[in-house]
């Protein structure tokens, strides 16, 4: 996704990507999922069958709300349509204001489309099973719960260490008659 705003009177275009949470990673070195989710914009509700996931800041908490999250999230935007600006300070130099009041909803879809992943394969209910419907964040957060993880873990986890410990998870939870089972001992008395 991509789109121009202006801030402090000049035009800054932004780009969303696939890449986006990777890079917000590298760049970082903080988890975006995990600096939402202690926003408090993040939290494992339950979604409307098929909707995605909304992120509503107007009801967040301000005074517990991290800004350097905000302008770091709108720098790696900057930069992602523009491989050409400076590092994150410098950037931020370059305005006299960024007021992130009228910053925040110009950017809302675009965390909403940062956030939110379609097609990626979700537990459908059904023990160890999964389907291809939409993963909301919400959803996301849900099978992290589900799944025991902890606000901690979100924080040291990539995304994709996630998805593979949700993976085991269902593994581990789905019955299956073909697993092997250690011996007992009433199996050795009956040998």
């Known amino acids: 996704m991509e789109k121009t705003i202006t801030i402090d009177g000049k035009q800054v275009r932004l780009k969303s990507t696939a890449a986006t949470v990777k890079r917000y990673k590298a760049q970082f070195r903080r988890d975006l999922f995990a600096d939402m989710f202690k926003l408090g914009v993040l939290s494992p509700s339950n979604p409307q069958e098929g ?51 009228e910053i925040i909803p110009e950017i809302m879809d675009m ?55 949700i993976a085991e998870f269902a593994e581990m939870e789905k019955p299956d008659k073909d697993k092997t089972r250690k011996a007992n001992q009433k199996d050795f008395d009956t040998f």
Not at 68 to 81: C, G, I, P, R
Not at 140 to 152: D, I, M, N, R
Request: aromatic letters at 12%; glycine letters at 4%.
């Open 51 to 101: 909707s995605l996931a909304t992120i509503d800041l107007a009801n967040a908490d301000l005074s517990k709300l991290d800004f350097e999250v905000v302008y770091d999230l709108v720098w790696l935007y900057a930069k992602t349509a523009n491989p050409e600006i400076a590092e994150p300070i410098t950037w931020l130099d370059g305005f006299d204001e960024f007021p992130i009041s």
């Open 111 to 165: 965390i909403q489309s940062t956030m939110g992943a379609k097609k990626i394969k979700k537990s459908n209910g059904e023990q160890g099973t999964f389907s291809d419907e939409e993963l909301t964040t919400d959803t996301f957060l849900a099978l992290c719960y589900k799944a025991k993880l902890t606000h901690w873990d979100l924080e040291v986890m990539t995304i994709g260490d996630c998805f593979d410990y």
